[in-house]
Structure formats: structure tokens, C-alpha cells
């Protein structure tokens, strides 16, 4: 259940050389476009074939904060905290570089030449839209087909393939860059959650 709400959020074609070296400059700037921002937020549209949920994310680094409809998640760099109305308690986790990837796609696409390999797929006048195909058979999103907006390098859509063959679609807008942020933007915020919700450590 948790696999199917969270973002997931930042992948077989055969190509010529010149194709690839044009996808790892795409992505290069892609993720320099985010690397280069103190933070970036955006609201976003979350499907599947299951659910359809809507929400925001705001990131800084590997630092993210994921509020949706059920579901809520906070990362400070090394401590987890996922809410979800199915289990309804809080649960704190430390979680490998795979969960956080699942939970926020950005991360994968931050790391794309180390697990992904990108190819170039279409380039129209607004878009790029560049593949990324798994490496390793095991990671959970075998491949992500990113829409990537030519003035910015932001992210328009992400369509990932998970490891069971279903698809999410993640669809982000209104992007905000250099927000002015609190300190505990990233640390689990008990008013985002109902009264008397329990707390499970994990750990």
C-alpha cells in the first residue's frame, strides 16, 4: 500500500552514440537546474491504474517534504517520517537510497548515470522527453520516461515503470525556486496529522 501512494516521484531502446551523448546533456542540465537551487517546490498529480491523489513537494538537496491527500512524508537527510490514513500512524523509519528514490523520483533522476542509463526519445519544440532504463533488474522502477521543459530543465511529467510492469504518472506545476523556508520544513510536523495519531519507531 505505501509503494502504491508514495511519490515516487524525479527510464529499452536501442540508440546511436550521439543519442546518448544527447539525453546525458539534457539530464546533466536537469539536474544542474536542481543542484543549483537553494530549494525547489511544486505541486504535483500522482496515478495509477488504482489511485489518483494530488499534493506538494518541497526539496533541498536529498532533503524532501511530500504532503498528499492520505499521505504525508518527511526526510531531513537522515531520519524518515511516512503518514499514511491506511495504517493511520506514523512511522519512523532510516530508509536506503532505493526507498528514497521510490519515495521521491527526483532523487533517482539526481543519480541517473549511476543506475539509469538515458535515452534520448523525442525533442519537440517545448520538451525533451529522454528516457532513463534501469541498469540492475532489481530497483524498483525499471524505467522512468521523463518530459522535461526546454527553458528550464524542470521536470514537466514522469512516467515510471515499476518492477511489477504497473505505471505511475506523475504530473508537476507551479514550481517555486529559492522559497523562503523554516527550519523544520523537513522534520515531522504533528499538526499535519490527526490528533493522537501513534508514532512507531522503526529504527
Known sequence: MKNKIIISIAFMFVVFVCGAQNANTIMNKVVSSYTS???????????????????????????????AGGFSCWYDGTTQWVYT?????VNVLEPTSEDLEVSNPYLAVMKYDTNY?????SNTAK???VEMVAKNSYVDMSKILLTIDKNTYQIKEAVATMADNSTQVIKFSKYVV????????FVFDSKAVPSGTPVIDLR
Open 178 to 185: 529559492n522559497a523562503k523556508l523554516s527550519g523544520s520544513t
Open 37 to 67: 537551487a537553494k530549494n525547489v517546490s511544486a505541486d504535483f498529480e500522482l496515478s495509477s491504474s488504482q489511485f489518483k491523489v494530488k499534493g506538494n513537494i518541497v526539496m533541498s538537496g536529498m532533503k524532501f517534504r511530500i504532503l
Open 85 to 89: 490514513t491506511a495504517t493511520k500512524e
Open 117 to 121: 542509463k538515458a535515452v534520448m526519445k
Open 127 to 129: 520538451s525533451y522527453v
